[in-house]
């Protein structure tokens, strides 16, 4: 089993940038794919940015391309999500998980999901 903890949210205003972490214990998450999601009030969980274990392929949802960019790092066992241009619909709960299944934008093919980050974008 993996703990996941995401960190690096915050309260920035709309054009400024964040850079979320999320670091793994137990065992290691290399030969995972992972991926980032996030949750608004009152909205459902949704999609922001995924990669491969390797780190070679990157998946994001249209409205953070171009403006997010997702890396790992497996010899420290974290993942991060570089954000720019941050708007003030970015704003939600951030999440870390373990993918575990083939649908690489849906919440159930993802496991060990982390306790979140809140990130607030102020217009």
């Known amino acids: 089993q993996v703990q996941l903890a995401e960190s690096g949210g915050g309260l920035v205003q709309a054009g400024g940038s964040l850079r979320l972490s999320c670091a793994a214990s137990?065992?290691?998450?290399?030969?995972?794919?992972m991926g980032w999601f996030r949750q608004a009030p009152g909205r459902e969980r949704e999609f922001v940015a995924g990669i491969s274990w390797s780190g070679e392929t990157t998946y994001y949802a249209d409205s953070v391309k171009g403006r997010f960019a997702i890396s790992r790092d497996n010899a420290k066992n974290t993942m991060y999500l570089q954000m720019n241009s941050l708007k003030p619909e970015d704003t939600a709960a951030y999440y870390c998980a373990k993918r575990v299944g083939p649908a690489i934008e849906l919440t159930t093919s993802y496991a060990y999901w982390g306790q979140g980050t809140q990130v607030t974008v102020s217009s």
């Open positions: 137990g065992r290691t998450f290399s030969g995972s794919g």
